[in-house]
T-cell receptor, first 115, second 113 residues
Framework: DAGVIQSPRHEVTEMGQEVTLRCKPI?????LFWYRQTMMRGLELLIY????????DSGMPEDRFSAKMPNASFSTLKIQPSEPRDSAVYFC?????????????FGPGTRLTVT | AQSVAQPEDQVNVAEGNPLTVKCTYS??????LFWYVQYPNRGLQFLLKYITGDNLVKGSYGFEAEFNKSQTSFHLKKPSALVSDSALYFCAVKGGATNKLIFGTGTLLAVQP
């Protein structure tokens, strides 16, 4: 089975531009999580969805960030406008519901550089 | 609030020697604990978890972890380190009634040949 798929793997953009990161969770997983990883702040949870519905977006840094999950197999994280301080690696993770399988499965990440 | 602490930023060990990466936790209720590994330029990979049962949990790549309720610890161990084990290791705890995982700050394991 394919794991979590993220695209693009690398993104370089100029300050002020819109950036869209994409994620395809593992089939059958109905929880999806977006994280950001930086040297300074470590791994931060931005938002998570259950059955395509946002459950907790308290980690979203500001209104420039938005996330959607239009269906069970696709989610986007959008930054508009982007700023240099948004430079980080963004991870998507998914997990199934039911039982006590709380472990999450991570994608390879998108390395975002905003100049 | 649930939290985990990884007191060591880096652990150095010689190849063939046993390794321990430390993690302590603070939870209300029963702890659900996890270890992940991150290799350079890769996502986090699940290694093992403790939900209930035997205090010694075995996971991938020969790793194991020991749950100690009295010391509120969940240390990751391996009897004989390999150079290829060099990576960043994260401890995590389930965030109470939520479905979040609360991650530690990570410990960089460096195994010298």
């Amino acid at each position: 089975d394919a794991g979590v798929i993220q695209s693009p793997r690398h993104e370089v953009t100029e300050m002020g531009q819109e950036v869209t990161l994409r994620c395809k969770p593992i089939s059958g997983h109905d929880y999806l999580f977006w994280y950001r990883q930086t040297m300074m702040r470590g791994l931060e949870l931005l938002i998570y969805f259950n059955n395509n519905v946002p459950i907790d977006d308290s980690g979203m840094p500001e209104d420039r960030f938005s996330a959607k999950m239009p269906n069970a197999s696709f989610s986007t994280l959008k930054i508009q406008p982007s700023e240099p301080r948004d430079s980080a690696v963004y991870f998507c993770a998914s997990r199934p519901s039911g039982g006590r399988s709380y472990e999450q499965y991570f994608g390879p990440g998108t390395r975002l550089t905003v100049t | 609030a649930q939290s985990v602490a990884q007191p060591e930023d880096q652990v150095n060990v010689a190849e063939g020697n046993p390794l321990t990466v430390k993690c302590t936790y603070s939870v209300s209720g029963n702890p659900y604990l996890f270890w992940y590994v991150q290799y350079p330029n890769r996502g986090l990979q699940f290694l093992l978890k403790y939900i209930t049962g035997d205090n010694l949990v075995k996971g991938s790549y020969g790793f194991e972890a020991e749950f100690n309720k009295s010391q509120t610890s969940f240390h990751l161990k391996k009897p004989s380190a390999l150079v290829s084990d060099s990576a960043l290791y994260f401890c995590a705890v389930k965030g109470g009634a939520t479905n979040k995982l609360i991650f530690g700050t990570g410990t960089l394991l460096a195994v010298q040949p």
